[in-house]
């Protein structure tokens, strides 16, 4: 074995940050801080003493805080179920209206006529708050879960529309192509090709949106949408601070379980 | 069960890709049962001109390709007759193509599609005799003890065989092979080698096979027909294949296309 001779020439220098490189760092880095600075007094920052000032208030609502009192726990696990049922049918919605708006996004699915008016309800849904969707199904079915069961549908149909696209437009299209060399009609081609590629992905997705869902719904129940926030929302009202602590120690236990199990489920499909 | 019609009637396709031309005028005829090998060196064309065939890819107007004599590409588009052309034909892929996440099973009964109502397949109700077809297919190419297998658990060679299967269940009358042995150790490629040459002898399909190795081209068909630069430089006998053809296919390096030995 002859060693190969080392390359001719100089040994190039180490690579170097350009000038313009540097001042667009000064410039967005600067401008973080300004922009910081700027907005001091607009949120109150200057008012944080107060939270540990110990007075009165403050001291008699920790006081109360720990002391949860637990004897209307029939009523408050009712109420928290009431809020993962929302989350359930809220996701469950979503998911009904997101497949065929996750494949209508995609552009190696669908034409792209099809694809920009569908991205465009897609990123309406996802722009709105679920808080303010809630708002308006208040105003329209009245107070009550169905609001917040609507809410949560539509909001995450945008958000899972999306997701869902985004991971039909990332598979492998050699298998797509394979069922449709057999024949198959496009139809085929997506239940065949298609979902069987991005289901694990899917299903992952829609399970972590119900996660976050059964927390979206506790909050909201505070514009009355049922479930939990709205009991919350009451007691918070009524200044009984132990029932507020005794909600809130199960909203905790319950949305740890609920992302417990869900992470346990994730993990098993991916 | 031959038809009377040319397998593949390809009349003077063109394909452009930019600037770059990868199918240059190419006429080509394949009458039912013959086994012809497409062979040049990478970039030739040879791939383009399969996925023209089944109409996986557009060509350029100005030429038609015919399929069991229904014209499947004219004036620059696919028509709409591909489907049932393609279901006369199978595909067999470099990279298998099959769906990973089904099982091998599942992935041949997709054979029976194009063949079944339309709801019937998108449920995956597959008829009790095309289940038994799908068995006996696997069988055949002897990987029916994967069938409960996820696909994308099994080597290469087992899957392109199951690709096969795919064909068989199919009822397909030809097999069109894009590189079919190009991923394959090469104990896996003679086997799918000789999977491909039986159903071409007892069946009497039509068989083109895209090939990078010469020696399986001359082993396995006997008509090779020859790309470079998108255009056919070599239609004839694979005994025809000399050292002054090959060199002028292949440039003077042309036994780097020859996989396990010159003959």
Known sequence: ?270 | MTTSAAVASVRNVSKTFGARKALDGVSLEVAPGEMVALIGPSGSGKSTLLRSITGLQPIDAGGTIAVFGETVQKDGRVTGSVRKARARLGMIFQQFNLVGRLSLFSNVMLGALGRIPGWQGALGLWPGADKKKAMAALHRVGVADYAAQRANTLSGGQQQRGAIARAIVQGAQAILADEPVASLDPVSARKVMELLVELNKRDGLGVIVTLHQVDYAIRYCERVVALKAGKVVYDGPATGLDTRTLVDIYGPEFEDAFWETKQ
């Open chain 1, 1 to 270: 074995m002859t060693t190969a001779a080392p390359p001719a020439g100089a040994v190039p220098a180490p690579p170097t940050k350009s000038l313009g490189a540097w001042a667009l760092d000064v410039l967005i880095w600067g401008g973080v801080a300004a922009l910081l600075i700027y907005s001091f007094d607009a949120v109150d920052l200057g008012n944080l003493p107060r939270l540990f000032a110990g007075s009165d208030v403050v001291n008699n609502f920790i006081g109360e805080l720990l002391r949860p009192d637990f004897s209307k726990w029939r009523l408050f696990v009712g109420e928290m179920w009431e809020t993962v049922q929302i989350a359930l049918w809220g996701t469950f919605l979503a998911v009904f209206l997101g497949v065929p708006m996750g494949l209508a996004a995609a552009r190696n699915i669908a034409p792209v006529w099809v694809v920009q008016p569908v991205r465009w309800i897609m990123n309406m849904l996802r722009s709105i708050p679920d808080l303010v969707i809630g708002l308006l199904f208040v105003v329209a079915v009245g107070l009550g879960p169905l609001a917040g069961v609507l809410a949560i549908a539509l909001n995450t149909a945008g958000v899972l529309a999306k997701l869902f696209s985004e991971a039909v437009e990332s598979i492998d299209k050699g298998p797509v192509e394979g069922v449709r060399a057999t024949g198959a009609s496009k139809m085929h081609e997506i239940v065949w090709g298609v979902i069987p590629q991005v289901a694990p992905l899917w299903t992952s997705f829609a399970l972590y949106r119900f996660e976050s869902n059964s927390r979206s719904a506790t909050v909201l129940g505070l514009i009355g949408a049922g479930g939990i926030g709205q009991v919350l929302f009451e007691s918070m009202n009524a200044f009984a601070f132990r029932d507020v602590s005794a909600i809130v120690i199960i909203v905790v236990i319950a949305v740890t379980l609920i992302d417990l199990l869900s992470q346990a489920m994730r993990k098993r499909l991916l």
